[in-house]
């Protein structure tokens, strides 16, 4: 089934690690094999924070094979002398779990394909988000439990997505978990509510354009579908129009950049969305009780169409 | 268990080759009979007083709370309760089968007011999706928006939303009326079978697809046609009937009925010639 909630502010921060904690909180009836946050924080803007894992959670419920912790040590080494090969300075480094870890890197050159591609050769390693203000924390269990394990009570920023997910195409696994980074654009992230179709035909497309794939989770295609796009020269919104024509199946989907926020709704309206929307703030998710968490009084809220865009902006 | 046997006489499917049986044996609906009122008891339901009004803030209460909380109230004769903060919690007022004036301040989840059979509902907010499936008879009203399947599967009653709805408005609906003062999405009145839908404003795509029976009227644009929906000429019934029904609907007063478009079932999907005599009579 799956939830998914998010929040914009406009012209102001917020505590939206707090506020996404509640709201997908709400939705955890939804589905809490996993959830996951992308969190745009207020940075100063200077160096690329890169969130990635060595290793997957393998507690209760997991479908991930367990690994012996020198394994992950390991393979954090080698990362080190990658990014330092790679002409990249590491400024900060917090290893919040033994398999997920969280690195300011300077990083002049920018090319975020060739790093990632570099970083990601090393078997069992995996960026979950890269960029200026995004972070993407994603972990077994619900929102609560995510939240308070990765601390994220007291992060605050302007906007951010989060999915809670009951695994119905892939494993339980971290891998599979919302968000999706639009890789390898900076600060792209996507969550997802529903089932894609035709996921394997466009995956061999995009793959034989050089695209890349994590995992075989369908709501992946999406984050790649947009990069593909955006890669073409398509701008954030047109790329999601054209989505509405070339995913098939019945979804509801997010997409935020370091800027905005955006929401798409397939032309079946199958997937439910509840949008509230006022000159400061736009919450949305899944179901009204998500938005109640934020906006405990009453409110006007509204289900957006079949086939509906929208993109705000910060 | 019905029991199940060939037949001699053939209807218009069963010379198509879709099906030989037909159903015979009791059915299990019971009809009331005047002869053996005093016998009669309809499960669950109260003698309740309008006038004895009461209030519930349900802000700490999960649904089932809420609801047993409810049918403890109209078991001490309430007749008008208003529900405070309900905070877009799921299946509130679910399964009321008496009489009964019903408020919520504030806006509903999913399956709100399902299954019920005859209270009068308001609610000052928004409801989610499913809001009245399955109602039976009473009237509810929705003073803003609602979500999708918004009157799904009702048999009978009025349900009026003032702001818009969702996608599949009225699916499978199987009677009674639903009034939407704004405007509808996608699939509006799927796979109706009996009843009326009345959308002020404009609807989506597929309005009408794959339905049955029944009667749709839009008073703006409409998205696309769906399979087997068609449009009919508006006669003075239809226009009398909708300003009767706008009006006890306290909904567009001035709205012109008259340049309405009318929407029915083409007929063609389904072999009308096999309904059982009862199914045969008009919408409710």
Redesign the interface.
């Known amino acids: 089934m799956c939830g998914i909630a998010g929040l914009i502010h406009r012209g102001k921060s917020s505590n939206v690690g707090q506020e996404l904690q509640g709201m997908l909180q709400a939705l955890k009836h939804r589905g809490e094999d996993s959830t996951g946050y992308a969190l745009y924080g207020d940075t100063d803007g200077q160096n690329f924070i890169m969130r990635f894992k060595v290793g997957e959670n393998v507690g209760e419920g997991s479908s991930s094979v367990m690994e012996d912790v020198s394994v992950y040590d390991e393979r954090k080494k080698i990362v080190d002398s990658y990014i330092s090969q790679m002409g990249a300075k590491i400024i900060k480094e917090e290893r919040i779990l033994p398999y997920s870890l969280r690195y300011e890197i300077d990083y002049d050159k920018g090319d975020l394909l060739e790093f990632s591609q570099k970083i990601e050769s090393i078997p069992g390693v995996e960026i979950l988000s890269m960029g200026k203000s995004l972070e993407v924390i994603k972990d077994l269990g619900n929102a609560k439990a995510v939240c308070d394990r990765y601390n994220l009570g007291d992060l605050v920023g302007t906007h951010a997505i989060g999915h809670a997910r009951m695994a119905t195409e892939s494993g339980v696994d971290i891998k599979s978990a919302h968000p999706f980074w639009g890789y390898p654009f900076s600060d792209v992230s996507v969550v997802h509510n529903g089932q894609l179709t035709n996921y394997w035909n466009n995956r061999r497309i995009l793959e034989n354009k050089g695209m890349r794939f994590m995992s075989e989770c369908d709501s992946e295609l999406i984050a790649v579908y947009l990069a593909e796009k955006m890669r073409n020269g398509a701008t954030l919104e047109e790329g999601m129009k054209d989505s509405l024509s070339g995913l098939d199946g019945v979804f509801t989907y997010f997409v935020a950049t370091k800027n905005s926020l955006g929401m798409a709704k397939d ?4 997937k ?1 969305l ?1 949008l509230y929307e006022s000159d400061d703030l736009v919450a949305m998710g899944s ?3 998500a ?2 968490s934020v906006l ?1 009084q ?1 409110i ?4 957006p ?3 509906e865009v929208k993109v705000w902006q910060i | 268990m019905a029991n199940l046997k060939t037949t001699e006489k053939k209807t218009k499917a069963q010379s198509m080759g879709l099906h030989t049986e037909v159903l015979t044996g009791k059915t299990q609906q019971k009809f009331f009979n005047p002869d053996e009122a005093e016998n009669f008891y309809y499960w669950g339901t109260y003698d309740v007083d309008f006038n004895k009004r009461t209030e519930l803030d349900v802000n700490d209460m999960d649904c089932k709370e809420a609801n047993k909380k409810i049918d403890e109230l109209m078991s001490q004769g309430y007749g008008t309760i208003v529900i405070k903060n309900p905070q877009g919690k799921h299946s509130l007022g679910v399964g009321i089968l008496n009489k009964l004036n019903l408020i919520f301040e504030g806006s509903l989840g999913y399956f709100g007011v399902g299954s019920i059979d005859g209270p009068t509902v308001r609610v000052n907010g928004r409801v989610g999706w499913s809001c009245a499936e399955n109602m039976m008879a009473g009237k509810v009203v929705i003073e803003k928006n609602a979500g999708s399947c918004f009157g799904a599967a009702v048999r009978g009653g009025d349900l009026i939303c003032k702001g818009s709805v969702g996608a599949r408005t009225g699916i499978d609906q199987k009677g009674g009326t639903i009034i939407i003062g704004g405007d509808a999405g996608a699939f509006t009145g799927f796979m109706m079978q009996r009843g009326r839908i009345v959308v002020l404003g404009n609807v989506g795509i597929n309005l009408g697809d794959s339905m049955y029976d029944g009667t749709i009227y839009v008073g703006g644009k409409i998205g696309s046609y769906g399979s087997d929906a068609i449009e009919s000429p508006m006669t003075k019934s239809d226009i009398d009937w909708l300003k009767r029904k706008l009006k006890v609907a306290e909904i567009g007063e001035n709205f012109d009925v008259s340049k309405m478009t009318k929407v029915v079932a083409g007929k063609k999907l389904w072999n009308y010639d096999a309904l059982e005599p009862t199914e045969k009579k008009g919408a409710i």
């Open positions: 032309t079946m309206a199958a439910p509840v179901e009204e009780i938005i109640r405990p009453e006007d809220t509204y289900d169409f079949d086939g």
